[in-house]
């Protein structure tokens, strides 16, 4: 049940200065960091991390989306937790910033609509990624890090959350 999932800080929260907030709300949880780095990625390594985008959304979507992304370095965490990839997706809230609820990532500090973005050709700048699955989280962990960069520790939280 205590699994790992991939989270990636946007260029929009690294450039926003909300690097802090965001990670704030995942140790409120009880999640654990096990492995961060900051990396700023190209074109080639994009393509292998959403791999599937042109497929699901488009390959103009896959294009506008890689510009944004590799406009500044992204902060790249593996998490730890009870459920951690359900859990995460649920904090970070739904793709579109328009339709995700308050209380979500997305949804307290983005509000953009898919309508919008499509229409300026831009990404949409929903300020997290998490894997969205058990598979991609495997597949994205071992995309980003090696196994020496990610850490078993005990914390506080141990006592009383798991
Ligand atoms: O990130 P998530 O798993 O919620 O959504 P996705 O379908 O895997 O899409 C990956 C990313 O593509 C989104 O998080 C958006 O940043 C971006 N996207 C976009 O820029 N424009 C769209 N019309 C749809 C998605
Ligand atoms: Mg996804």
Same mark, same amino acid.
């Given at each position: 049940m205590i699994e790992r999932t991939l989270v990636l800080l946007k260029p929009d929260a690294v450039q926003r200065g909300l690097m802090?907030?965001? @990670?704030?709300r995942l140790e409120d949880v009880g999640f654990k960091v096990v492995g961060a780095k900051m990396v700023w990625m190209d074109e080639e390594f994009g393509k292998k991390h959403y791999f599937d985008? %042109?497929?699901?959304?488009g390959e103009k979507v896959l294009k506008? @989306? @890689?510009e944004?992304?590799?406009v500044g370095p992204v902060m790249a965490m593996c998490i730890e937790g009870v459920n951690v990839v359900e859990n995460m997706r649920k904090i970070v809230g739904t793709t579109e910033p328009k339709s995700a609820q308050p209380g979500t990532i997305r949804g307290d500090f983005a509000h953009v609509s898919f309508a919008y %973005?499509?229409?300026?050709?831009?990404g949409i700048?929903?300020?997290i990624h998490a894997s969205g699955n058990s598979e991609e989280a495997k597949f994205e962990i071992g995309l980003w890090f090696k196994p020496e960069e990610l850490h078993s520790y005990k914390t506080v939280h141990e006592l009383h959350l798991f």
């Open positions: 802090g907030r965001i @990670l704030s985008v %042109a497929e699901r959304r506008v @989306l @890689l944004f992304m590799t %973005a499509d229409g300026q050709n831009m700048k929903n300020l």
